[in-house]
């Protein structure tokens, strides 16, 4: 089973912006497939951030958007805080919309 | 309230066989996807597999997990359950059951089951 690959870290400073891609194949993202974020704050249980490419539920600020285009997508976040600090996975359906595959993680550092 | 509730950590010895659960509450369990996720120790997610309660022979699992794990699932106790017949070291990991939502993401994840395995 394919993953999805995420850089394993990206780093900013407070203030800035970061963003964390998420490239897949023509078995998952380039099938046209939504791509769904994660986030995992250390020793947590993962949440669900941003689905269908580039929703947010409700609990989500604005700092935190997605794009997806061809067979990648990406993860932008704006004014970085000290509490962004966490484990960020991106998700996606490989083959079939019940079947799902994870990206490998990326792990954001706050400066 | 939408919950999954999980069975505690637990611990065996390799070759020893294991079940563990997985109880939803405050939505209908029968009409949504379950699906289970590992997380090896300091390492990401990976997809295992999953079930349709509604109809409890409709499963799917990831290829590297196939053969390796059963899940199953009770539609009339909201419960659903992956097992091992035979654990090895390499299964210890935090285990995750989450509902998968018909767009495809996992919208509330279980409080996580630990597993280890060592003799």
């Known amino acids: 089973q394919s993953m999805l690959t995420q850089p394993p870290s990206v780093s900013g400073a407070p203030g800035q912006r970061v963003t964390i891609s998420c490239t897949g194949s023509s078995s998952n993202i380039g099938a046209g497939y939504d791509v769904h974020w994660y986030r995992q704050l250390p020793g947590t249980v993962p949440r669900l951030l941003i689905y269908?490419?580039?929703n947010r539920p409700s609990w989500v600020p604005d700092r935190f958007s997605a794009s997806k285009s061809g067979t990648s997508a990406s993860l932008a976040i704006t004014g970085l805080q000290a509490e962004d600090e966490a484990d960020y996975y991106c998700?996606?359906?490989?083959?079939?919309?019940?079947?799902?595959?994870f990206g490998g993680g990326t792990k954001l550092t706050v400066l | 309230e939408v919950q999954l509730v999980q069975s505690g950590a637990e611990v065996r010895e390799p070759g020893e066989s294991l079940k563990i659960s997985c109880k939803g509450s405050?939505?209908?369990?029968?009409?949504?996807?379950i699906a289970w996720v590992r997380q090896k120790p300091g390492k990401g997610l990976e997809w295992m597999g999953i079930?349709?309660?509604?109809?409890?022979?409709?499963?799917t699992y990831s290829p590297s997990f196939q053969g390796q794990v059963t899940i199953s699932a009770d539609k009339s106790i909201s419960t659903a359950y992956l097992q091992w017949n035979s654990l090895k070291a390499s299964d210890t990991a935090m285990y995750f059951c989450?509902?998968?939502?018909?767009?495809?993401?996992?919208?509330?994840w279980g409080q996580g089951t630990l597993v280890t395995v060592s003799s």
């Open positions: 998700q996606s359906s490989e083959s079939s919309l019940r079947a799902s595959v």
């Open positions: 405050g939505f209908t369990f029968s009409i949504y996807w």
């Open positions: 989450v509902r998968h939502h018909g767009g495809g993401h996992f919208d509330s």
């Open positions: 079930i349709y309660p509604g109809a409890s022979d409709t499963t």
């Open positions: 269908a490419n580039n």
